[in-house]
């Protein structure tokens, strides 16, 4: 009896493990996919942030990004936050200039990112930044 009690413990701790193995990861795909949305809104001025979208659900009739601003400034002021397992929140503050005025200007980033696991990605569920 205290064999099966002992295999099941170690079945349970297997199990336990797995899944904290599981979490890590998808916090840290999270943490890399956050790094390269901000260098992509900084370094593209948000002309490619259309990328972090899930392409099946995508808006397909705007281009967020303009040709006529540079970024100067991504803080991030709330997050990453996860609710749940597969969704997470963050709020960045964009300050951008127009280019031919140079007045600064700036814009909050409400995030929403959701976990695709059978392709193992986080996808941006929420509004592409507006820089107007």
């Not at 297997?14 to 999270?30: H, S, V």
């Not at 808006?59 to 100067?72: E, K, L, S, Y």
């Not at 397992?85 to 909050?108: G, H, L, W």
């Amino acid at each position: 009896m205290s064999h099966k009690l002992l295999l099941i413990m170690s079945l349970i701790s297997l199990l336990t493990a797995c899944q904290t193995l599981g979490e890590r990861k998808r916090a840290q795909t999270l943490q890399d996919t956050l790094r390269s949305y901000e260098a992509t809104v900084r370094w593209s001025s948000g002309q490619h942030v259309s990328k972090f979208q899930d392409p099946e659900h995508a808006a397909t009739d705007r281009t967020p990004g303009r040709a006529n601003i540079r970024v100067t400034g991504y803080e991030v002021i709330q997050g990453p936050t996860m609710l749940g397992d597969k969704r997470a929140v963050q709020t960045a503050v964009i300050q951008f200039v127009f280019q031919e005025s140079q007045v600064v200007k700036e814009i909050a980033d409400q995030q929403e990112w959701l976990y695709d696991e059978t392709q193992e990605k986080w996808y941006l569920n929420s509004q592409l930044p507006e820089f107007k």
